[in-house]
């Protein structure tokens, strides 16, 4: 599609975040490829004016393979992304109430580059900025932590080290399996009556 016959897709940011810092938010005021020039930005970093969707930017994201990319993005179609550049895992967040939380969680494989976003909507459109520093944003709302360094971003927990971190994941991860499980027992159950299917139950 002609990007001038698209329906643009930025959003400029609330006021909170302005002191921040955190966030790079391109200005894609004539297209609604914000996903795109989030990741653009965040891959290839500029250290003058990195909000400006210029040349060097538009070039930079030739680099990936967009093809059979939809704009604007779904949440649910960014796994298509990732597979074309495996190197990569995309971690969405959102905001409300002066708060970051997880939408989209990425995964856990030490190896990849992580790129966190945030996403913003409105009544008219929905949009993607690069969160270029997630501990950062996520600060303030941590509480009396003093030791705010090491941060779980499925729960934006902080730890006081790697090593409680490390714990700290291992428990998410074993309570995701239970959870998970309950979950299929009451599908499977019928509701997880009395009258469930006990064979179902066994899962």
């Known amino acids: ?37 989030a990741i653009t930005s965040a891959v290839y970093t500029k250290k003058s004016q990195p909000e400006r969707l210029d040349k060097k930017m538009r070039k930079d994201a030739k680099s990936f393979d967009w093809t059979g990319i939809v704009f604007p993005m779904p949440l649910d179609k960014i796994d298509t992304f990732e597979k074309t550049k495996p190197g990569y895992e995309i971690w969405v967040f959102g905001w409300k109430d002066g708060k970051v939380y997880p939408i989209r969680p990425g995964g856990d494989d030490a190896s990849k580059k992580k790129i966190n976003l945030l996403y913003l ?23 009396k932590c003093k030791n705010k360094k090491h941060l779980c971003r499925r729960c934006l927990r902080f730890s006081h080290s790697n090593k409680s971190l490390d714990a700290h994941r291992e428990i998410w991860m074993n309570n995701k399996k239970v959870t998970v499980v309950v979950v299929m027992v009451v599908w499977e159950g019928g509701g997880g009556g009395k009258g ?8």
């Not at 299917?197 to 899962?203: H, M, R």
Request: proline share 3%.
């Open 1 to 37: 599609m002609n990007q001038w016959l698209s329906t643009p897709s930025y959003i400029r940011l609330p006021d909170e975040f302005f002191n921040k810092h955190t966030i790079i938010n391109v200005q894609n005021k004539y297209d609604d490829k914000c996903f795109k020039w």
């Open 196 to 203: 469930g299917n006990k064979k179902d139950q066994k899962y």
């Open 121 to 143: 909507k409105n009544e008219e459109t929905s949009h993607f900025c690069w969160i270029k520093d997630i501990e950062k944003l996520c600060f303030s709302q941590a509480g």
